[in-house]
């Protein structure tokens, strides 16, 4: 699916689907950033770290990472979407996840939010191949994925028009294909259990990181 024509109202679409629980599209950002994060400690503390965040879409998420990570770039098939998220500064560039403009190892973290499950079934081991092709060794690359079950994740999927071609991916396909693309030491864990901010539900969401009920799950691997 091209998103070329979600691009001018994506925003808006996101929180059509996502009133269903009741949440705005920040409280998402918000814990994908606190997870990229994490990731992010697994790399030395001292070194600058350069992120790539393929299927950038808008922006959203770079423009939120940028003050947070020393060089951040993005890439995204959708010419209309970059220009919505072009701003001075930005390194954002026209290009599929299957065959990116960048050379060998040109990455410390690699992340792919939700964008999986929109490529083909028959070309997730290509696009995770490029993934980890483009990451340094002993680099991250990670993923964040809905998972498929939790019900409310199904009902707010099937009520979104941008994921009118989505093929969710269990957990356990996510982290055979990272393995198969010559990725090791695989952490995942569950997130999104509830509607709410604030450090118990943190904590206890933390303590829950095991369990497949959460609305989405994260992984991140390292590149041999």
Not at 37 to 65: D, F, H, K, M, S
Not at 104 to 130: G, K, N, Q
């Amino acid at each position: 699916m091209s998103f070329d024509e979600h691009s001018a109202d994506y925003s808006q679409k996101m929180h059509r689907a996502l009133t269903v629980v009741g949440l705005e599209h920040d409280f998402f950002f918000e814990a994908k950033v606190r997870q990229i994060l994490e990731a992010r400690r697994r790399l030395p503390a001292n070194a600058a770290v350069r992120v790539l965040e393929i299927g950038c879409g808008i922006g959203l998420l770079t423009q939120r990472l940028r003050p947070l990570l020393a060089d951040v770039w993005g890439i995204d098939p959708s010419i209309s979407s970059l220009g919505y998220a072009a701003a001075p500064g930005d390194h954002l560039i026209a290009a599929d996840g299957l065959s990116t403009p960048f050379a060998d190892e040109s990455f410390d973290l690699v992340i792919a939010v939700c964008v999986l499950h929109h490529v083909p079934v028959d070309r997730r081991a290509a696009f995770l191949a490029e993934a980890a092709r483009i990451t340094r060794r002993g680099g991250i690359v990670l993923l964040c994925e809905h998972n498929p079950w939790n019900p409310l994740t199904r009902l707010v999927v099937g009520r979104c028009e941008l994921d009118r071609d989505a093929v969710l991916l269990a957990q356990t396909e996510a982290r055979r294909r990272l393995t198969a693309a010559g990725l090791s030491n695989i952490r995942s864990r569950y997130i999104l259990f509830f509607p709410w901010r604030g450090a118990f539900w943190l904590w206890l969401e933390s303590r829950l990181a095991w369990l497949p009920l959460g609305g989405q799950y994260v992984i991140d691997a390292v590149r041999r």
